[in-house]
């Protein structure tokens, strides 16, 4: 076996990737040229038959996640009419502002707590992570929610980032997907105790995060478009500006850093390749986590509000169907596969949504 970095060419997207592999001395491979294969460490040209024919794993692999980034990252379509496929997933998922009266019905006597995802649900998707401010009106509504309900934001970004966006005491903050927890600081009548770390779940991770962080900001430099965001038990890396035709080459890219580290796992978000630890704990976990530190852990009298819009929300979503209490709330504009009961588009409709549980509480 003698190894070789082999060039991908893929017609269909225009994507060319260069991925090592390992050749047996015995394979007859030619470049278009038909020159003897080069020797160990060289770069030969193949058609993506021939390399299927070598190493087919590595391009299936970068193939299937190149599929997956686009599966996550569907194009929305501004005033579109309603499809046929999304009026049957309305049908199956309807809208909450809709159903608001048979919510209300299910949640009688039952103690509403409030779980909501950040980006994309209090506010909008933007192409700079970092201006991913939500509105004044916004604001004003999860404060007073918190009033009535315990609320808790559950995002992807590290705490303190979201906290910085959100900027209310009152609430419970799950960031890096729930691996780092902190209680509310004031104002709130269901506060237990001081304001403290309540759980982290990965800190033996904190130092190991931190190295990725730095190698995938090195690696993904010459990509135009890409964000790297340390978020402390994650690393993210934005691909909502990269051009598609170098999707290929970025899940590469990012897969070279994570051969490196064993012990941690690379998932997919909405636009969003991330980094993150092998331990059980997700969003899911997370919202278990609070019920629990809310007294609510093995309650019946509890009905749990999950409103997310990210693939990664879908643990959250399937713990609320599995527990069989509550319901999950999908922020989606395009038929999604869902654990969530019901859909809202965006979040100005979050916003009403949120709005009418406060006006029906008073």
């Not at 192409?127 to 934001?153: C, G, H, N, W």
């Not at 269901?190 to 990965?202: C, D, I, N, P, R």
Request: aromatic share 8%; charged share 25%.
């Amino acid at each position: 076996m003698t190894q070789q970095n082999v060039v991908v060419s893929d017609p269909k997207s225009g994507i060319n990737l260069t991925i090592p592999v390992k050749v047996p001395v015995s394979m007859s491979v030619t470049t278009a040229t038909q020159k003897p294969t080069p020797g160990p460490g060289s770069c030969i040209t193949v058609s993506r038959k021939t390399l299927l024919e070598i190493n087919g794993h590595n391009s299936a692999r970068i193939n299937s996640w190149v599929e997956s980034m686009r599966a996550s990252s569907p194009t929305h379509h501004k005033s579109t009419p309603l499809s046929d496929d999304l009026n049957s997933w309305m049908v199956q998922h309807p809208s909450a502002l809709d159903m608001f009266e048979q919510i209300i019905s299910a949640s009688k006597g039952k103690q509403i707590v409030m779980f909501l995802d950040y980006d994309g649900t209090l506010s909008p998707i933007v192409e700079d992570p970092d201006q991913a401010f939500m509105s004044d009106a916004m604001r004003a509504t999860v404060r007073k929610l918190a009033r009535y309900f315990p609320t808790a934001i559950v995002s992807g970004r590290c705490r303190d980032k979201v906290y910085s966006f959100v900027r209310l005491a009152e609430l419970y903050y799950a960031g890096s997907h729930g691996m780092d927890i902190k209680g509310p600081s004031k104002g709130s009548k269901y506060k237990k105790g001081a304001q403290t770390v309540l759980f982290q779940a990965a800190s033996e991770f904190l130092p190991m995060i931190d190295e990725v962080y730095k190698a995938l900001v090195d690696i993904t430099k010459s990509t135009e478009g890409v964000r790297v965001e340390n978020n402390k038990f994650c690393a993210s890396v934005h691909f909502r500006c990269v051009d598609e035709k170098k999707w290929g080459e970025l899940a590469q890219e990012v897969r070279s850093v994570l051969n490196e580290y064993p012990k941690l796992r690379l998932t997919q978000g909405r636009k969003v390749l991330e980094i993150r630890p092998i331990i059980k704990w997700d969003k899911g976990k997370a919202l278990e986590f609070l019920l629990e530190s809310l007294g609510y852990a093995n309650c019946t009298d509890v009905f749990p509000v999950y409103i997310g819009d990210d693939r990664t929300d879908e643990d959250a979503f399937k713990v609320l169907s599995e527990r069989d209490q509550g319901f999950g709330i999908l922020v989606s504009k395009t038929p999604k596969d869902t654990h969530a009961s019901y859909s809202l588009q965006e979040p100005s409709e979050v916003m009403m949504f949120l709005r009418r549980l406060v006006e029906w509480k008073k």
